[in-house]
Every structure is written in C-alpha cells, then in structure tokens.
T-cell receptor, first 113, second 114 residues
Framework: AQSVTQLDSQVPVFEEAPVELRCNYS??????LFWYVQYPNQGLQLLLK??????LVESINGFEAEFNKSQTSFHLRKPSVHISDTAEYFC???????????FGKGTRLSVIA | EAGVAQSPRYKIIEKRQSVAFWCNPI?????LYWYQQILGQGPKLLIQ????????DSQLPKDRFSAERLKGVDSTLKIQPAKLEDSAVYLC????????????FGNGTRLTVT
C-alpha cells in the first residue's frame, strides 16, 4: 500500500535560517509527489509538485523540493525562512496518477523572530 | 474564482447524535473529495465523486457515514450516529478531473463529539 512518512512532526527555526522538511514515500514505478501547505485558519493549498522531468521543483515563494528516486524522498527546503512561512506542511503521493492522494501526518514549521 | 465553500465551520454534538456537512466545490470542478483529518494526522480520503458518481468510497465507514452529490455539484456528508472517535476536521476538496490535477480545499468543518 502506498504510504508517506514525514519524519518530523514539529520544526522550530529562527527567521532567515535554512530549513528542510523531510518526506519519504513507499517505492513504486510511477510516483507523483506533492507538498501542500496549511496556513493558520486556512485550507490546504498546493505548494509544489513533481510529476515528471526535472527532479528539482520550485514554488513561487522560495521553497524547493527534490525528487530522489534512490532514496525514495521528496524533501522540502528553503534557504531563508520568514515569519510568514509558519504553517503546517503536508507531503502527499499518488501512484500512476489514478490512485487517491495519500497524505503524510504533516510537519508544523514554526519560524521564530 | 470563488474557492471551495464548506459549512458549518464548527459543530459540537453529543455521541449518538447525527450531523451533516455541506460542500460547494469550485464551479466547473468535476471531481469532489471528502477527507477526514484527525488531530495530529494527515487528511484521510473518505469518498471521491466524479460528477455525481462515486469513484472511491473504500475508506468510508458505511455503517454510519453517508455522502451524496446530487446533480454533480454540491455535496453533503452525514454521520449517524456519531461516535467520540469521529471528532476531526472534515475537509472538502475539488479538482478539474481525477489523477494529477491539484486539489483545492475548503477551510473544513471542525466536529467535536462529546
């Protein structure tokens, strides 16, 4: 069965410091990976996705994630975080594009001034 | 475009009572999902509709949960009777089609069963 593991439930980090939120998935031939973000009192929204092509994908607000097939990982990174990045981040996977999206348990990123 | 609308935002009921949640997806989105998010966990799919037909309801506890999407637009999710373990946030999402289309989520309904 497909599964997603987010290794850290909470990540506190100081403003302007780098951050990495880890995500591992159960291996499969065809896998499509997503990061969703949930800001306080808001619904989940798509941050970025890997479908095919370049293994490094970027979001409009400075986050990036790299698809690593050998490590079965899709870690999310940002070189310098802002207070406004405080949110819960969910990694999600679908296999072959026609199975339901499966979410990890989420990582709560807290940016400290 | 208007987002996915859900109501109510909060609901508190006693166990064994019934409750219903409503969702209005983004106009033109054929696919609608209901997810359950228990505190400390990621969203778990309950049911997926394509227009007004059910695509996947394998994780829906059918002895107490039901959902419908009449006319392929709005949807309601019902719990009857509720149990303590049903306390969660119920999320509705929609997308243009199944597969790799991004999901657009509503703000959810927070249900507390006492």
């Amino acid at each position: 069965a497909q599964s997603v593991t987010q290794l850290d439930s909470q990540v506190p980090v100081f403003e302007e410091a780098p951050v990495e939120l880890r995500c591992n998935y159960s291996s499969s031939v065809s896998v499509y990976l997503f990061w969703y973000v949930q800001y306080p009192n808001q619904g989940l929204q798509l941050l970025l996705k890997y479908l095919s092509g370049s293994t490094l994908v970027e979001s409009i607000n400075g986050f990036e994630a790299e698809f690593n097939k050998s490590q079965t990982s899709f870690h999310l990174r940002k070189p310098s975080v802002h207070i406004s990045d405080t949110a819960e981040y969910f990694c999600a996977v679908t296999y072959a594009g026609n199975t339901p999206l499966v979410f990890g348990k989420g990582t709560r990123l807290s940016v400290i001034a | 475009e208007a987002g996915v609308a859900q109501s109510p935002r909060y609901k508190i009921i006693e166990k064994r009572q019934s409750v219903a949640f409503w969702c209005n997806p983004i106009s033109g989105h054929a696919t609608l999902y209901w997810y359950q998010q228990i505190l400390g966990q990621g969203p778990k799919l309950l049911i997926q509709f394509q227009n007004n037909g059910v695509v996947d309801d394998s994780q829906l506890p059918k002895d107490r949960f039901s959902a419908e999407r009449l006319k392929g637009v709005d949807s309601t999710l019902k719990i009857q009777p509720a149990k303590l373990e049903d306390s969660a946030v119920y999320l509705c999402a929609s997308s243009t089609r199944t597969g790799l289309s991004p999901l657009h989520f509503g703000n959810g309904t927070r249900l507390t069963v006492t």
